[in-house]
């Protein structure tokens, strides 16, 4: 078995690895331009959130600044979304649609929505298995070389079904994001937060943020690809 640049299974990862630095751009590139355009009712991206928050019956969530830039989330755990102070200050189209999106979190939650469920009851372990998953493959494989075959197998499938969960969560969170970008494109033209000829920018923001997630899962399923193949020479 092999990992690294000599290992063969390493191809597979190029394309998946050249769609994320093309995912990564697009949110640059999209963030960029439309982060320097105001929406023309002037909204900042925390009056934005307020708005939609306040309109689907969520008056007590509150919202609180962090600081750097696209750090903002909403916490399902704590019932609190924060905004970038880049996102919270700014009347500009990006600020407002990302606003949007996290208050299409929030909406999610409120509505019980099943996969933010799922995901949120998967953080725990994934947080265990992600870390863990890499180290005990990598064990696996010294230990089989050092002629220690049924200790190395079992310590490998273990970190094989620890990756599987990674794949899971990158799976569900998927239908999450999109989901909230829908939602977020909803409120933004229902509450009149920005104007019909400024929701294409929303959405090419919206759908660039996306496209990070489709090339997170497109990444493990390659990466679980591979550890397969890899099992299977063993």
Request: hydrophobic share 50%; glycine share 6%; net charge neutral.
């Given at each position: 078995?092999?990992?690294?640049?000599?290992?063969?299974?390493?191809?597979?990862?190029?394309?998946?690895?050249?769609?994320?630095?093309?995912?990564?751009?697009?949110?640059?590139?999209?963030?960029?331009?439309?982060?320097?355009?105001?929406?023309?009712?002037?909204?900042?991206?925390?009056?934005?959130?307020?708005?939609?928050?306040?309109?689907?019956?969520?008056?007590?969530?509150?919202?609180?600044?962090?600081?750097?830039?696209?750090?903002?989330?909403?916490?399902?755990?704590?019932?609190?979304?924060?905004?970038?102070?880049?996102?919270?200050?700014?009347?500009?189209?990006?600020?407002?649609?990302?606003?949007?999106?996290?208050?299409?979190?929030?909406?999610?939650?409120?509505?019980?929505?099943?996969?933010?469920?799922?995901?949120?009851?998967?953080?725990?372990?994934?947080?265990?298995?992600?870390?863990?998953?890499?180290?005990?493959?990598?064990?696996?494989?010294?230990?089989?070389?050092?002629?220690?075959?049924?200790?190395?197998?079992?310590?490998?499938?273990?970190?094989?079904?620890?990756?599987?969960?990674?794949?899971?969560?990158?799976?569900?969170?998927?239908?999450?994001?999109?989901?909230?970008?829908?939602?977020?494109?909803l409120q933004l033209s229902e509450l009149g937060i920005i104007y019909d000829d400024e929701a294409a920018g929303a959405r090419k923001v919206l759908s660039a943020?996306?496209?990070?997630?489709?090339?997170?899962?497109?990444?493990?399923?390659?990466?679980?690809?591979?550890?397969?193949?890899?099992?299977?020479?063993?």
């Amino acid at each position: 078995m092999y990992f690294g640049m000599n290992d063969p299974t390493f191809i597979l990862l190029i394309p998946a690895i050249l769609f994320t630095i093309f995912a990564q751009s697009k949110v640059k590139s999209a963030y960029s331009r439309y982060a320097q355009i105001p929406n023309r009712n002037g909204i900042t991206g925390m009056q934005a959130a307020r708005m939609i928050l306040d309109k689907n019956g969520m008056q007590d969530v509150p919202i609180e600044i962090i600081p750097g830039e696209l750090t903002d989330n909403y916490d399902p755990t704590k019932d609190v979304m924060h905004l970038s102070e880049g996102t919270a200050y700014s009347n500009s189209v990006a600020a407002v649609s990302i606003a949007a999106h996290e208050s299409g979190h929030a909406i999610q939650d409120e509505r019980n929505y099943g996969f933010l469920k799922f995901r949120v009851a998967m953080v725990p372990a994934v947080n265990l298995t992600s870390g863990a998953s890499w180290p005990l493959m990598v064990l696996g494989i010294i230990l089989i070389a050092a002629g220690n075959a049924s200790t190395g197998n079992l310590i490998f499938n273990i970190g094989v079904i620890m990756f599987v969960v990674v794949v899971l969560f990158h799976t569900v969170t998927l239908p999450v994001e999109l989901n909230a970008s829908r939602r977020a494109m909803l409120q933004l033209s229902e509450l009149g937060i920005i104007y019909d000829d400024e929701a294409a920018g929303a959405r090419k923001v919206l759908s660039a943020a996306a496209m990070t997630y489709v090339a997170a899962l497109a990444t493990s399923i390659v990466n679980l690809i591979r550890i397969l193949l890899i099992r299977g020479h063993n």
